[in-house]
């Protein structure tokens, strides 16, 4: 964890309540405290009390893109901040993807519900520049909720989105479509409790990682506010996660 100070760059909205974000590093070292796609930052906002996590979505040198979906008085403050708005933020939180070739195996699918598909692009680029070959189920309410599937299609790699609506791709949910793929046994997944139970319950998968949301107060472990219970005990969602791997994870 490191603690630095980012300058609110850009932001292009997205849908109607998600953004995309670019914040710029004062130097390199910044940016070096993300190690792993999956992991998240913890910013500090003008008169609040509470800092906001949210999830790297890709990150270079000097700059970090996320992905930030209005939920809340916080949020719709963040992303209409004054461009230049420097912002106090804790950066290289929580435990990342392990995408390792021997973890994943041949064909492993990210599979991403809402802002939970965030995380999984910069997870994509890190896989492909290791010589793997990751596909994508990407989940959506509807045509004009989903967001990043271009840039996922400009990354080369077979994308599938699903709608509850039907407007876009499979209709129905991300197992849904995850059903429809001929070999899909191990799964690398981010989104809502109810999607990664959905996901975490198909016959189907031999193992896989599951990033969960969640509420946080510290973002590093203190607070204990967080905690899920697991087959190894108590864990902490921002500490010990936000990654689980299926085999520990108890509903």
């Not at 910069?122 to 189920?137: C, D, I, Y």
């Not at 902490?236 to 689980?244: E, N, S």
Request: aromatic share 8%; charged share 20%; net charge neutral.
């Amino acid at each position: 964890m490191k603690q630095c100070t980012f300058i609110w760059r850009s932001r292009r909205q997205l849908t109607p309540d998600t953004w995309e974000l670019v914040l710029m590093a004062l130097n390199s070292q910044d940016t070096a405290a993300v190690t792993a796609p999956g992991q998240f930052v913890n910013l500090a906002l003008p008169g609040k009390f509470l800092r906001r996590p949210i999830s790297v979505c890709d990150w270079g040198k000097y700059h970090l893109t996320l992905l930030v979906k209005e939920a809340g008085e916080g949020t719709k403050e963040l992303v209409r901040l004054p461009p230049e708005t420097e912002l106090d933020v804790l950066a290289g939180l929580g435990n990342g993807f392990d995408f390792a070739p021997e973890t994943v195996g041949p064909a492993p699918v990210l599979v991403g519900g809402g802002i939970g598909v965030a995380p999984l692009y910069g997870l994509a680029k890190r896989m492909l520049e290791n010589g793997q070959s990751p596909r994508a189920v990407l989940g959506f309410r509807s045509r004009a909720d989903s967001f990043y599937l271009e840039e996922f299609a400009a990354l080369g790699i077979p994308v599938l989105p699903a709608s509850e609506d039907g407007s876009l791709g499979v209709k129905g949910f991300v197992t849904d479509a995850l059903n429809t793929l001929p070999d899909c046994s191990y799964v690398l997944a981010c989104g809502p409790t109810a999607m990664l139970k959905a996901v975490h319950a198909l016959p189907r998968l031999t193992g896989g990682q599951f990033s969960f949301e969640a509420r946080m107060a510290c973002g590093f472990g203190a607070c204990v506010g967080c905690t899920i219970e697991t087959k190894n005990g108590l864990r902490r969602v921002c500490k010990d996660g936000p990654v689980f791997r299926k085999e520990e994870i108890l509903w």
